[in-house]
């Protein structure tokens, strides 16, 4: 068996928070587990004020108990907040996805409406996720690439209600048809496709366990970079696809226009003159710089802190950042401000060994490798700081969502046979069914030798 190093995540069970308080139940539950928060180097939340808050949130109480305890918010849960501010920020946004919900129910609420939407429609349309607004970009793709089959799909809808002579099934076609046919509309769906597009790239991969701190700071980096360019020249690209959906429905290319409010005059002094804009030019200040500025602002502000862990731990994530920053002469500032922040290792050993690590350790991209390589070739007594850092750097939690998957085992465990389980045998159940990798290299004999001798009725004389 190769030596090496493995970093995993487990599920411990589900807990019950009582009136007590998430802290102290946090802490019950590590002394029934005999887990010391003094080994603690890390921790990862939701953005839910009870646990990040910086006053009286469960992190701020760990990191005063522990100051090694360092946390991180969710990369996940930032990237999805960045899409509901966006979302909220202008009112077209608003009336856009809700349009697309009153679309989804139109053919859901009936069995007769669904299939006269699937026998002209491939992608169905999809409801509108509450949680995670980067899975939104399945209800806006029906529309993006089957307007015409969905314009089809609304027109057969209505005759069958007006031969069925359903008077709010019929309203609510004509006001749907309505609002989808026209050119503001199209643009929206185009330019919020993109939008999800991008960020739902990104949030498929932070999404991953074995995302790193430096990785997720490139593709944020990288989302910013794209959504300026696209805020320069986004809107007329919308344009250009938009047409041609709409010459294929015949849709005219002009936007409505809106009365001018006139400023009333108080003093004779004040001038006349009006701002007289176009209606492109509102729908490009109302619209489209509203969405784009505030996602990102949204990403600055919200994956400010991720900066402040690479600019910590960044130097030690391969062997060419070691070489670079030891060429830039910042080592010893760098591997100061690890040993003052975790205690864990010796700031100025931690400099000698990373300078003789860069001269002998061969090239390594990820810090996983280099703390393998270390293991396999013995060379712990070598490198016992830096094999220290390596490790607390591998621990940091980026994301939570894997964790949060196991609510989803709820829905197997806990059915309507089972409405009565405990808290106890739930818990239980949800260890077995999420921990199948380690539940399979169990042997299941003596569990099952066990559970046989404890249910047994017979009584040994």
Known sequence: MDVGVSIEEHFIGFVDVHDTGLFETFMDQLNKLQLNISDCRGQAYDNGSNMKGKRQGVQKRVLDTNKKALYVPCGSHNLNLVICDAAQSPVQSVSFFGLLQRLYNLFSSSV????????????????????????????????????????????????HAMAKKGAETVSTCKGILKEIQTWKFLICVVVWYNILYQINHISKLFQSPKVSIETMQKETNALQLSLQEYRENGLNSAKTEATQIAEELEIERTLPEE???????????????????????????????????????????????????????????????????????????????????????????????????????????????MLNYIFQENLLDCYPNLSIALRVLLTLTVTVASGERSFSALKLIKTYLRSNMCQERLSDLAVISIEQVVRRKLDMKDVITAFANAKARQIKF
């Open 112 to 159: 007769q409406r669904w299939e006269i939407m699937q026998e002209h429609i491939q992608i169905t349309v999809k409801s509108l996720s509450t949680t995670r607004w980067e899975y939104r970009i399945d209800s806006v793709k029906a529309i993006r690439y089957q307007m015409p089959q969905f314009v089809k799909a609304l027109e057969a809808v209505l005759d």
């Open 259 to 369: 009365r001018q409010r006139t400023k009333a005059r108080r003093y004779l002094y004040e001038g006349r003159e009006e701002t007289v804009s176009t209606p492109e030019e509102r729908l490009n200040r109302e619209f489209f710089l509203p969405l784009i500025d505030k996602a990102l602002c949204s990403i600055r502000d919200r994956f400010a802190q991720t900066k402040t862990f690479l600019d910590l731990y960044g130097f030690l994530y391969s062997v060419d950042n070691m070489e670079k920053t030891v060429s830039e002469g910042t080592l010893g500032v760098s591997c100061k401000k690890i040993g003052v922040g975790t205690e864990d290792v010796d700031g100025t050993d931690l400099e000698r060994e990373i300078t003789a690590a860069v001269r002998s350790l061969p090239s390594l991209s990820t810090p996983t490798d």
